[in-house]
């Protein structure tokens, strides 16, 4: 509320723009502009994630549609778009035929930006414990996003089988849900194996972290089978 009040009367507590800031102050507030962007971007992700996973248990569709979710640069400072357009063009740059495609403003977040993020930084997950804590946590951040992929694409499943789709639609999200299957089997199975195997070794972060995510994991795929 007080900094609604600020902004009527023209006053931005985030702008780097005013006249009379030294460096500190502006290193300050782009830092404090930083935080809350990220700050609104986990608070959209976690509601895009609760009802994700809720729309697929309850059999109806998403209330956050996949347009919804879509990122455009205009919602994000000039320095995220570039660096996502960075991590995701290789990824998305492929059209059917081999070819690149021009760049577009929009990133998908199921097609695009989550599988793109995986695939890149793939090389720097562990793969069994015993590892560091830190590789551990890195680790299951990237798998989670990748769970929550599975719960989206099969509710895109229940809702063309519901809205009687065409077989060759069906087939083809069938197709795409397998591929993400893959990518987990392949990308994050042998670390939760691992976990599981030496769960009582593990610290207590790590210890509910996997389980909850790959308790996740598995009702999805009983809920895909």
Not at 64 to 71: F, H, R, S
Not at 91 to 100: K, P, Q, R
Not at 108 to 132: G, L, M
Request: aromatic fraction near 8%; glycine fraction near 4%; proline fraction near 4%.
């Amino acid at each position: 509320m007080k900094i609604q009040q600020l902004r009527r009367k023209g006053i931005d507590l985030w702008s780097t723009q005013e006249p009379g800031l030294d460096e500190a102050q502006v290193a300050h507030r782009r830092a404090e502009a930083t935080l809350l962007e990220n700050t609104y971007h986990n608070l959209y992700w976690f509601g895009c994630m609760m009802d994700t996973e809720l729309s697929v248990l309850r059999k109806y569709d998403a209330v956050i549609g996949d347009e919804d979710a879509d990122l455009t640069n205009q919602l994000l400072s000039a320095h995220r778009a570039h660096s996502l357009r960075n991590e995701t063009d290789g990824f998305a740059g492929m059209s059917s035929t081999g070819g690149a495609t021009p760049q577009k403003p929009l990133r998908k977040i199921w097609d695009e930006v989550i599988p793109a993020n995986s695939q890149r930084n793939r090389h720097t997950f562990a793969t069994s414990w015993p590892c560091s804590e830190a590789d551990a946590k890195r680790t299951l951040a990237y798998a989670t996003p990748i769970k929550v992929l599975l719960f989206r694409h099969v509710g895109r499943l229940q809702s063309s089988y519901w809205r009687q789709a065409s077989s060759e639609q069906i087939e083809r999200q069938i197709a795409h849900v397998l591929s993400v299957v893959r990518h987990w089997d392949a990308t994050f199975a042998p670390f939760f194996a691992s976990c599981i195997a030496h769960h009582a070794e593990l610290p207590p972060a790590i210890q509910s972290w996997h389980v909850i995510t790959a308790t996740k994991w598995n009702l999805a795929a009983i809920l895909l089978v």
